[in-house]
């Protein structure tokens, strides 16, 4: 009996994951064809086959489903992991190199959704609270990372760790990763090796 439950209740939850999948992928769908504030729940949910009952059941209202859309390009990258695999070399340079590497990896996960949440978050408040939190983690992921090589003398002057931090986190933003690889036309993955330089000039990776 207790076997019979188990196997229902992992059919149950293998249902649920494929929804969510099938709805998010629609979302993402419409995102890039319509935008945000033109993106209907009724044609994501019949995109998706479901009801729009079903969508706020999921994501509760259409901000829970961006902010859903953004969590699953973290997912999908594996960025969380990552960048904690990179907390764990003992090396500070190559610990700093290695997250500079999955940030641009992350980045070239789903281009044109990040090009959509970035523009739209400059200009709905809402939809910045989706991005915010997520900078906010990502600028103390890069400032445990400077603290590191601040630790092994590794900061040029004039710079200390909180200004080392700015300037590393605006160099390694979507918006400056994507501006650099469009104009060198390269894809985002291989670009650590183009900002490592430029970087140098802040830290020392030598």
Do not use: N
Request: aromatic share 6%.
């Amino acid at each position: 009996m207790a076997t019979s439950e188990s196997k229902k209740a992992g059919l149950r939850a293998e249902g649920v994951r494929r929804t969510r999948s099938g709805i998010l992928a629609a979302a993402r769908r419409h995102l890039i064809e319509t935008g945000y504030h033109r993106l209907s729940l009724e044609d994501v949910a019949a995109d998706a086959g479901v009801t729009r009952v079903t969508i706020y059941r999921h994501f509760d209202s259409k901000l829970g489903l961006l902010d859903a859309v953004a969590e699953d390009l973290a997912q999908r990258s594996g960025l969380v992991a990552g960048v904690r695999d990179a907390a764990e070399v003992a090396d500070p340079v190559a610990a700093f190199t290695a997250m500079v590497e999955w940030l641009c990896r992350f980045w070239d996960t789903d281009l044109e959704v990040f090009r959509r949440l970035i523009s739209l978050a400059a200009v709905d408040p809402e939809a910045q609270q989706v991005t915010a939190a997520r900078e906010h983690w990502r600028y103390e992921q890069i400032g445990m990372f400077v603290r590191r090589l601040a630790q092994a003398d590794r900061l040029r002057p004039p710079f200390d760790a909180r200004h080392a931090t700015a300037v590393v986190g605006t160099v390694t933003s979507f918006p400056s990763c994507d501006e650099i690889a469009t104009r060198l036309q390269t894809d985002l993955t291989g670009l650590h090796q183009t900002l490592l330089p430029l970087l140098s000039s802040v830290v020392r990776l030598d």
